[in-house]
């Protein structure tokens, strides 16, 4: 019972993951770009629906969407004044561009917010449910869920619409795109700023049920890697397939081995899924 | 023989990009692989570069089997290519490009200055020598690949369109630069699109379609085969045969 | 190369340092710079030279800072002892973390190397032997003039500096030979590399072993000046962020843009942590992500590239 516990809550976590690393994979598989700050762009929109509670008193149903909204521009901005430029430069360019934005905005929250965990009220979406013998967190299962719906949206908004195979082509092939009349620049701006609010969207659920810290952002990054890597770059429905699966197994190896290794075993799969299958687990040759 | 490939199969999936492909090259000619996009022959041409390993078949060189060697190893062996988009070392001068490739040979720096000097003359890219790789345009890029290749001083040599993208008067310079590299004893292969290369330039002419070899033979004979002008639009090879750069 | 007098010149500038002040705070700055030097000059074999960008090279640092205090609290070896012994170990870890990393392409790349870094760092946070989470010490007051423990910064100035030397020496020959031509190949792209016959995966691991030996030796070298470590201050990722920045600041795949970069960084770094405090290192890193960003954005090249356009400008001009 405490070990279905365990998997159910890893799963809940695991959604979570799913949302954040799917905006990560639509922007690597886009432009094939890492951005090394994704993780932080997650804290920074804890730090949103933080501040938006405390200051501004506004609750789930406003924070949530006002950090996607916040991140989105962020999203834009970024791509716009800084990956634009460097995706054409040399690899160094590439990685440092996104690498120093990350250190920017990690030791920016450091300094204006402290190293102190802060965190929200436990009690923010009511209390504690009590499904047969499995106890959940009214956050959590809001979190999971919701997360759920967002990452299956996306998925159906890049494969159903004309504005998601818009997205798609420019993927695919940059130059047919443009002979198609699609202007690629607009659509890696739009996805950089749909990646950047997929973390605003995570960020805010995450921050109901787990603490904040200027610093979470580094092995969120980190896990968002692994779970793309996993997923196959690119790949929403992989990175959600993942995005669970890493959950389970990081709320299984916390319980079973200790939860200073729960990291300890993700990055060595990471490792692992690199050095045996670069192209990931579930990508094509 | 100097180059043999025996029933090559490249398959994706189960699409056979290459589908049971043969050809022999033999020492001192110039061989031309044409066909319509997609035809399959890039793919192919890879193969025997070593840049991929095909599905099934086996490709000899020298008498070596090298259908599983690295690309590296098929440098060492004697065979050097040239690629479809230019792939010039950016960050270096026009003779340490060249350079690259006389290090193969020739371990001592001073050595592999005067072949590069030897090759860049021959090329005639001498003037060039200090200049940065990134300031030159494309046909001066196709240019260093080729000296690059030479370098190696390899007795087979792949150029992988090597011409296209090339104003007529640039494809003149490149088709007489083609026949002085013939003229020190080094086979080519080569991949074109521009029927007039071939023909100007080729003994013999192998056509692909739809990843098989549909046509061998004289340039001239292959070009009126009447399986290669189906192969190819009607239309385009009319262009062709008025000696048009398709 | 016209610039040997103005090289000459430099080095002279950094051998006299020490002797021109009395103040202990520019004196100790000085041993930093060259220390910092070391390891990025250290990180641009691999990292600049060969254009494989890692961001894990606190596994090598840290290999030599934590083989050095073992030895010592183990077997009472005096720290820089274990110099030789961290290098073996960091070639070994090389050897290990690069074979299947290098068939990586770029991002990936440098995604492994964070990993296996952050690996190693939680990894020896939890373990007795070194330490884990509290670090280790050095020989409190020194038994030996070999502790190589000294009041005065001059002494490991010099120490380091000779290490530079010899360092930026290899580095120098490497560069001429058949294997810095090489390495430049690789950079521009692996395909056409192997196309020429460059034996890419060897190649590669041979700047990575160069690469972490004398990365390791910085790590053993910065425990013998400072004799205290933790996993923070010997596996943070901001220890592999730094030999980044400094080489990537003066000019990555360049003999002295290392040394260049830890001449400007540094003593902006010391001065922020003297003027801020506490503080300092928050704000110290916003500035050094700040400055990755902007060289990314506008100059790649880093330092040594502008100065090479500002020649060429004035040599135009002069014409």
Known sequence: ?285 | MLLEARGIIMAFGAFRAVDGADLDVAEGEIIGLIGPNGAGKSTFFNCLAGDAQPTAGTIRFRGQDVTRATPEAHARLGMARSFQVPVTFEDMTVAQNVMVGAFLRHGHRAAARRVADEVLAFTGLDQLADTPARSLGTPGRKRLEIARALATEPQLLLLDEALAGLTPAEVRLAIALVRRIKARGITIVIVEHIMEVILSLAERAVVFHQGKVIAAGAPRAVVDDPAVVTAYLGHHMKRVRRGGVG | MKQWPLVLLGFVAIAAWPLLTDDVFLQRLGALVLLAAISASAWNLIGGYAGQVSIGHSVYFGAGAYASLVLYTQLGWPPIAGAPVGMLVAMALAAVVGTPTFRLRGHYFSMATIAAAELARILVANWKLLGAAVGLMGPPVPRSVVDLSFISPVPYHYLFLAVLVVLLGLTWQMQRSRMGYYLAAIRGGDRAARSLGVPVLRYKLYALLLSAAFTSLAGSLYVVMVGFIDPDSALGILISVKMVIVAALGGSGTLFGPLIGAIILVPLEETTNAVFGGSGTGVTYIVYGAIIVLIARFRPGGVADLWRSITVRMARRAA
């Open chain 1, 1 to 285: 019972m405490i070990l279905l516990q365990v998997v159910v809550s890893g799963l809940l976590m695991g959604a979570v993951y799913a949302l954040f690393s799917s905006g990560l994979t639509l922007i690597w598989g886009m432009m094939n770009v890492v951005n090394f700050a994704h993780g932080d762009f997650v804290m920074l929109a804890m730090y949103a629906a933080f501040f938006a509670f405390t200051l501004l008193h506004l609750g789930p149903a406003f924070f949530i969407p006002g950090a996607a909204a916040v991140l989105f521009v962020l999203g834009v901005v970024v791509y716009l004044g800084l990956v634009r430029h460097v995706a054409r430069g040399p690899m160094l360019a590439q990685i440092l561009g996104t690498f120093g934005l990350a250190l920017v905005l990690r030791y920016a929250a450091f300094w204006a917010f402290t190293a102190n965990f802060v965190s929200l009220p436990d009690n923010l979406v009511g209390g504690t449910f009590d499904i047969g013998g499995l106890r959940i967190e009214a956050s959590r299962l809001l979190g999971g869920v919701l997360a759920l719906a967002i990452t299956l949206g996306m998925h159906l908004v890049l494969t159903r619409t004309m504005l998601g195979s818009r997205i798609l082509a420019v993927a695919e092939d940059r130059n047919a795109a443009m002979l198609m009349g699609i202007r690629p620049d607009r659509m890696q701006a739009l996805a950089w700023g749909v990646g950047a609010a997929s973390t605003g969207v995570a960020g805010a659920l995450i921050a109901m049920f787990f603490y904040i810290s200027p610093t979470v952002g580094e092995s969120l990054s980190l896990i968002a890697f692994v779970v793309v890597c996993l997923g196959g770059f690119g790949s929403v429905p992989g990175a959600l397939v993942a995005g669970l699966g890493i959950g389970v197994i990081e709320a299984l190896s916390a319980y079973l081995i200790g939860a200073v290794y729960q990291d300890v075993v993700v990055y060595a799969l990471f490792l692992l899924v690199l050095w045996v299958r670069p192209q990931g687990l579930m990508g094509t040759a």
